[in-house]
Nanobody
Framework: DVQLQASGGGSVQAGGSLRLSCLIS??????????IGWFRQAPGKEREVASC????????YYTDAVKGRFTISSDYDKNTVYLQMNGLTPDDTAVYYC?????????????????WGQGTQVTVSS
């Protein structure tokens, strides 16, 4: 069983930055077996992937909307995955979730991830 706890959301003005953290725990959890993803869901919209990181194949993924502005990273000693968000715009306003998925090659769809943390609100004002 994998548990995830997201934190770091807040309210910023356009052009500002935030760093989200996702603390992962659970018996038997291993970064080698899971891909960790950051998703976001804006009001009235479907949940979408923002970024993913995989230790097993040393890869990262960014959706086009965040490329060049967001950076995903991890501190395996702290069982934590981060999402550094720079150059925020009002379009980035959403609830952000971290999730863990396994067994699916290059997962990016919400259905590929079986464990979810609670969301953290990010609000960007113009």
């Amino acid at each position: 069983d994998v548990q995830l706890q997201a934190s770091g959301g807040g309210s910023v003005q356009a052009g500002g930055s935030l760093r989200l953290s996702c603390l992962i725990s659970g018996s038997g959890f291993s970064f080698d077996e899971y891909v960790i993803g950051w998703f976001r869901q804006a009001p009235g919209k479907e949940r979408e992937v923002a970024s993913c990181i995989s230790r097993s194949d040393r890869s990262t993924y960014y959706t086009d909307a965040v490329k060049g502005r967001f950076t995903i990273s991890s501190d395996y000693d702290k069982n934590t995955v981060y999402l550094q968000m720079n150059g925020l715009t009002p379009d980035d306003t959403a609830v952000y979730y971290c999730a863990a998925g396994s067994g699916v090659p290059s997962p990016t769809a919400p259905s590929d991830f079986g464990s979810w943390g609670q969301g953290t609100q990010v609000t960007v004002s113009s």
